[in-house]
Nanobody, 115 residues
Framework: QVQLVESGGGLVQAGGSLRLSCAAS????????IGWFRQAPGKGREFVAR????????VYADSVKGRFTISRDSAKNTLYLQMNSLKPEDTAIYYC????????WGQGTQVTVSS
């Protein structure tokens, strides 16, 4: 069964850091481009970052460029998102999915940044 489980969210003050994890099962992350997405209260889901199947290329939304880093651990079949210099506008539920995203989404992990 294909499954992606996000974790690592929490409450942090502006300027702080968090590392999100996305554990994959039922398929191998190395076989797909995969990314992080987020949905803020009252807004639609938006793209945050992605990494290609080779792991050599990454792309970031302008709003997070220079602050967030996407990475992958093939041995653990896990995707990460290191988030530094967090801002209140980063508050959202964060999801991982293939890129382009498939129809099925996990429960996500809540990130709340206080000012």
């Amino acid at each position: 069964q294909v499954q992606l489980v996000e974790s690592g969210g929490g409450l942090v003050q502006a300027g702080g850091s968090l590392r999100l994890s996305c554990a994959a099962s039922g398929f191998t992350l190395d076989s797909y481009a995969i990314g992080w997405f987020r949905q803020a209260p009252g807004k639609g889901r938006e793209f945050v970052a992605r990494i290609d199947y080779s792991g050599d290329n990454t792309v970031y939304a302008d709003s997070v460029k220079g602050r967030f880093t996407i990475s992958r651990d093939s041995a653990k079949n896990t995707l990460y998102l290191q988030m530094n210099s967090l801002k209140p506008e980063d508050t959202a539920i964060y999801y991982c999915n293939t890129y382009p995203p498939g129809a099925r989404w996990g429960q996500g992990t809540q990130v709340t940044v206080s000012s």
